[in-house]
C-alpha cells in the first residue's frame, strides 16, 4: 500500500467506525454467537498469494463484528497464531487447533514473553519440588533457582530474572556466539553440586548484537533430561524462519517449552506484536489463573468471561498480565492476507539480500572488516584499528544524522551494526548509505594520518 492508498483507506476506515457509531443502537450489546465460531468462518491457513484490502475488509463485517470486540478478538488471536505457526513449520504441539495441550498468544513484547516463560517456569518447578519435599517453603525453594542464558541474551532476559526474583548466570559462547550444549551441562552440573536448582534457560535464535543463534537441537535435550524450562526468544530473526532456507535454524524447536517471535520487528506488522508459543498452555495459565466472581460466566472455560456485563475472553486473560487486551491479531490478519505468504518471504529474502549487499561492500575495502557471519539483515563491521576510531567514526555518522547505526561490544571490540530494517528500503539506500560512511571514515583516516604525521 503506497502513501496515496493509505491515506484514502484511512478516511474509509474513519467513515467505517463512523457508520459504527452512528447505527450502534441497533446492534446487541452481548455477541450471540457459540465459543469457537470464528475458526470455521476462515480458512485454516495463511493464503500464499496477497488478497486485497476490500476482500480483507469485507471479512471484518462478515466474520469479526458478529463476536464484536470478544470472542472475536480472542478467536481471531488463537487462529491467527496457529496460521503464523504453520508459517514457521512449527511441531503440531504447540498449535491450538490440534486441541492438544499447546497454543499461542500475543504479548505486547518479546521482554513481556520471556518474563512469562520464566515466572511459569518458576511456579512449575517449585510445585514439582514440594511435591517430593512436601516441607519445603516456597520462598526456599525460590531462593536456590537458578536461571541460565547467553552472555550475548539481550538484558530483558536478565531483567525478567530481576523481576522474576531468581539467580541468573550467563553462558560462555563459543567462536560464532552460540551458546553450546557442553557449557551448559557443565554449569548445569556445577550449580546442582552447590545445592542450586537448574530451571529456566532462554535461548536466543538471532542475538541482538551480532544475530548469533544457540545450538537448540543440542540444548533441548539437555534441559528436557534436566526439567529445564527452555524457552526460545527468536525475537527479531524468527519471523525469517517462515522461509525454508532459514528454518533449519528453528530446529530442536521441538525440545522447547516456549518460543516468541516479535512480528513487529521482521514481519511488517505495528508495534507492538509479539506472538509466543507454549507447548503445555497450562503451564502458563496455572501460573496465572485467578477466579474472582466478576470473571465468571456461563461459558466457563470456553474462551469467555463477563467482566463488567463485556464479554472478555478468559482464555487469554491468563496468558499474560493484562485483563483487558488489544486486538493485536487483526494487524496479523490483515498483513499476512495483503502479503500473503509469498510476500512476506519475499520481503525477508530482500532485506537478506540488500545485508549482504553491504556486507560485499565492507569486505572489498581494505580498511573495514566484517566482525560476524551475516546470516540475516544485520552487518557487523568496524574499522581496522581501535575502538577509538570506530567511535569516532560513529560519532560523525550520527553527527551528520543521514543513516542511524547502533553499536555493540564483541569480545570486546567496539563494532559498528548496519540493519537494514525500513518497509520502502532499496539498493540505492545501502549504497547511498556506504558511500557516506565510507566519505566519514576517509575524512578520519586522513586527519589521523595528519596528526601522527606532526607528531613525527
Ligand atoms: N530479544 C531480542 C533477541 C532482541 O533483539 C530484542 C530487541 O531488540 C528483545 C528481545 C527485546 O524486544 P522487546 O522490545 O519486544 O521486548
Redesign the pocket.
Known amino acids: 500500500m503506497d502513501a496515496a492508498e493509505f491515506r484514502r483507506r484511512g478516511k474509509e476506515m474513519v467513515d467505517f467506525v463512523a457508520d459504527y457509531q452512528e447505527n450502534i443502537e441497533h446492534r446487541r450489546v452481548y455477541p450471540d454467537v457459540e465459543p469457537g465460531y470464528l475458526r470455521s468462518m476462515i480458512p485454516s491457513e495463511a493464503p500464499l498469494e496477497p488478497e486485497s484490502y476490500e476482500d480483507v475488509l469485507r471479512d471484518v463485517d462478515r466474520v469479526i463484528m458478529p463476536g464484536a470486540a470478544n470472542p472475536a478478538c480472542s478467536e481471531l488471536e488463537t487462529v491467527m497464531l496457529d496460521w503464523l505457526g504453520k508459517m514457521l513449520q512449527l511441531p503440531e504441539d504447540f498449535l491450538s487447533e490440534t486441541q492438544g495441550q499447546g497454543g499461542g498468544v500475543i504479548?505486547?513484547?518479546?521482554?513481556?514473553?520471556?518474563l512469562m516463560a520464566l515466572l511459569s517456569a518458576r511456579l512449575k518447578t517449585v510445585k514439582c519440588v514440594q511435591e517430593s519435599d512436601p516441607q519445603r517453603s516456597e520462598a526456599d525453594i525460590i531462593s536456590k533457582l537458578i536461571a541460565y542464558t547467553s552472555e550475548e541474551?539481550?538484558?530483558?532476559?536478565e531483567k525478567a530474572s530481576i523481576i522474576g526474583g531468581v539467580v541468573i548466570r550467563m553462558v560462555p559462547t563459543d567462536e560464532h556466539f552460540s551458546v553450546r550444549a557442553e557449557t551448559l551441562e557443565k554449569m548445569v552440573a556445577e550449580d546442582k553440586a552447590t545445592g542450586y536448582i537448574p530451571f529456566f534457560f532462554c535461548a536466543?535464535?538471532?542475538?541482538?548484537p551480532c544475530c548469533a543463534f544457540d545450538k537448540i537441537d543440542e540444548l533441548g535435550p539437555i534441559c528436557n533430561a534436566e526439567n529445564i524450562w527452555m524457552h526460545i526468544?527468536?525475537?527479531?530473526?524468527g519471523c525469517a524462519f517462515i522461509c525454508p532456507e532459514f528454518r533449519p535454524l528453528l530446529n530442536g524447536v521441538e525440545f522447547a517449552d516456549s518460543f516468541s517471535i516479535?512480528p513487529?520487528?521482521f514481519l511488517l506488522v505495528g508495534?507492538?506484536c509479539?506472538a509466543m508459543w507454549v507447548k503445555k498452555s497450562a503451564d502458563l495459565t496455572r501460573a496465572f489463573q485467578m477466579d474472582p466472581e466478576y470473571l465468571k460466566h456461563e461459558h466457563q472455560g470456553s474462551g469467555w468471561c463477563n467482566h463488567l456485563h463485556q464479554p472478555y475472553s478468559t482464555h487469554k486473560i491468563h496468558w499474560g498480565i493484562p485483563m483487558a487486551r488489544r486486538f493485536r491479531s487483526l494487524k496479523l490478519w490483515f498483513v499476512f492476507r495483503m502479503y500473503g505468504l509469498r510476500g512476506l518471504q519475499a520481503f525477508i529474502r530482500k532485506h537478506v539480500e540488500l545485508a549482504k549487499t553491504f556486507e560485499n561492500l565492507v569486505r572489498g575495502d581494505n580498511n573495514f572488516e566484517i566482525c560476524a557471519e551475516v546470516v540475516m539483515g544485520l552487518v557487523c563491521f568496524r574499522l581496522k584499528g581501535s575502538d577509538e576510531l570506530n567511535k569516532a567514526l560513529l560519532k560523525q555518522i550520527t553527527r551528520t544524522g543521514k543513516i542511524y547505526l547502533v553499536p555493540c561490544k564483541l569480545r570486546g571490540r567496539f563494532v559498528l551494526r548496519f540493519v537494514v530494517c525500513g518497509r520502502t528500503t532499496e539498493l540505492r539506500h545501502i549504497q547511498e548509505a556506504w558511500k557516506h560512511i565510507t566519505e566519514l571514515s576517509s575524512e578520519l583516516l586522513q586527519n589521523l594520518f595528519d596528526h601522527e604525521g606532526k607528531e613525527n
Open positions: 504479548q505486547g513484547t518479546a521482554s513481556e514473553a520471556t541474551a539481550h538484558s530483558s532476559v536466543t535464535l538471532g542475538t541482538t526468544d527468536a525475537a527479531y530473526a516479535n513487529n520487528k508495534f507492538d509479539s
